[in-house]
């Protein structure tokens, strides 16, 4: 059962070829099987499960059930849920119960999903390899010797192994692409403001974005189309209908035009990869598409800019956990400083402190002109790029997702700045607010790598249609991990 596709398990659910609880039953299984090894799961839900399992069962018995109604997820555990433990990979949250449900945990209920447990992540969503998590880090199912990627390291890991059909990730600089790539998914982050952020704890408010990783675009499509949607309750949501993202999955792609960025296939990536890609371009082109070479000449400041905008919102968006309000709160304090202090240092780990301190070093008075509102600026140029490029009638844009496949735990945690350059692909996408995704390409060494499209703002139908088309022409997305195919 959890090699099928969502239509598929709608459909078996439809033919009662099984019930939503012998679903629920048979993940909750593989979970407790597999999970011990690969720690993807900090929560596991299974009588709230069981119990949104029989309502499914109501509903598909009654003829009021909708395609997802039944099927099980995964949830990152960023967004709120009432009633279960959200601690965001953090000491500082380890206690905390929300007292309500995210927008997209209220949406993908109503949608009559069935939440299996909480997913591990890097702490805050700090991290590109979930190495940062005060849970410990994830195993990437493809080989146990390796990172998933980050910072949606659970949500991938639980996906690729068959411990869930599907998940919902986070990504504030490619935590749903990077990993997606390193575990042969498709994720696809959303256009800035197409998906409410209320309940989901903030890391970098302007760039946060949720969205889905799943076992193919067509997947992927239908628990995007749930989630979406302008939320009164998320000042920065935005106020438009949602483009039908499944009903276009078919159509051709022949005349398409996609873009190459020069600046993106310059060195950084590796021989492997770089071979996957060019067959995925040439897969393309015999799929009808044309390709044409485009120049993002502010791309190669992405990193540095994101490291200035992200730490800057972090730090603000983080000073709320101060031991008072919210989470951890250190014993014997003789002082209200002291409680801060200790609090804030026992609370967070070293990645989330650093990023803090240079948030807070960027913003400060004397350094806010020279660092801050300078990457301000060069936000703006990193979006006039794109937006020139699509003006110029380019459709979408290719490019790499990751510079490599999935790398050995411990292989850059002592150098942040070499961990900070796996977004190099990823973060302008972010910067500039549109929608971007990862598909898998092939392997290199038995290891998965993907590629990224990224599109105009509100283009998730056509990056989906055209991810879908790619998929009905290839076979990657369909291999398994040897030891979780059966
Ligand atoms: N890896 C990036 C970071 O550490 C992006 C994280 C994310 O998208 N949440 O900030």
Excluded at 159 to 175: H, K, R, Y
Excluded at 364 to 371: K, R, T, V
Excluded at 378 to 384: G, H, S
Excluded at 443 to 464: C, H, I, K, S, Y
């Amino acid at each position: 059962m959890h090699k099928h596709s969502i239509a598929e398990l709608a459909a078996g659910l439809r033919g009662k070829k099984f019930s939503s609880r012998e679903l629920t039953q048979h993940f909750l299984k593989r979970i407790d099987a597999h999970d011990g090894a690969l720690n993807s799961y900090v929560t596991i839900t299974a009588e709230r499960a069981l119990k949104q399992a029989d309502a499914a069962d109501a509903e598909l018995a009654a003829g009021n059930a909708g395609l997802l109604t039944g099927i099980p997820i995964g949830q990152k555990d960023i967004f709120c849920t009432q009633g279960v433990r959200t601690a965001c990979g953090s000491k500082m949250l380890d206690t905390f119960i929300a007292p309500y449900d995210a927008t997209i945990v209220e949406k993908l209920d109503a949608a009559g999903m069935v939440m299996l447990g909480k997913l591990n992540m890097d702490e805050f969503a700090m991290g590109s390899s979930n190495e940062t998590s005060f849970y410990g880090p994830v195993c990437n199912p493809w080989d146990k010797t390796r990172v998933p990627g980050g910072s949606s390291g659970g949500s991938v890991a639980c996906v690729a192994a068959g411990l869930a059909p599907v998940a919902t990730a986070t990504d504030t600089g490619g935590s749903i692409r990077q990993p997606a790539a390193l575990t042969n998914l498709t994720g696809i982050k959303p256009t800035y403001g197409r998906v409410s952020r209320y309940g989901m704890i903030a890391f970098a408010s302007s760039l946060d974005q949720a969205g889905v990783v799943a076992r193919s675009a067509e997947d992927a499509a239908h628990v995007l189309q749930a989630m979406s949607g302008f939320d009164a309750k998320d000042s920065t949501s935005v106020e438009r209908p949602v483009d039908d993202l499944v009903t276009g999955l078919n159509t051709s792609i022949r005349g398409l035009t996609i873009g190459l960025p020069k600046e993106y296939f310059a060195d950084g990536m590796s021989a492997g990869v770089r071979e996957r890609i060019e067959q995925a371009i040439a897969t393309l082109t015999k799929l009808g598409a044309n390709f044409k070479e485009i120049s993002l000449p502010n791309s190669p400041l992405s990193v540095p800019t994101y490291y200035v905008v992200a730490p800057a919102e972090a730090s603000s968006n983080l000073a709320r956990f101060d031991g008072v309000r919210y989470g951890h709160r250190a014993e014997g304090a003789k002082s209200l400083e002291e409680l801060y202090k200790r609090s804030r240092g026992e609370g967070f780990g070293a990645e989330v402190q650093r990023r803090i301190m240079i948030g807070t070093y960027v913003l400060s008075h004397g350094y806010y002109d020279a660092y801050y509102l300078q990457a301000q600026k060069v936000r703006r140029l990193i979006y006039d790029d794109f937006k020139r490029a699509f003006a110029d009638g380019i459709d979408l844009v290719l490019s790499p997702t990751a510079t490599d496949v999935a790398f050995k735990f411990g292989h850059n945690s002592d150098d942040p700045v070499a961990m900070y350059l796996n977004d190099i692909y990823t973060i302008a996408a972010n910067l500039a607010g549109i929608p971007a995704m990862s598909l898998p390409c092939g392997f290199v060494d038995g290891l998965p790598t993907g590629f990224q499209l990224m599109g105009n703002f509100f283009a998730e139908a056509r990056m989906l249609n055209v991810a879908h088309q790619y998929q009905q022409a290839t076979d990657f997305h369909t291999k398994w991990p040897t030891e979780y195919a059966s």
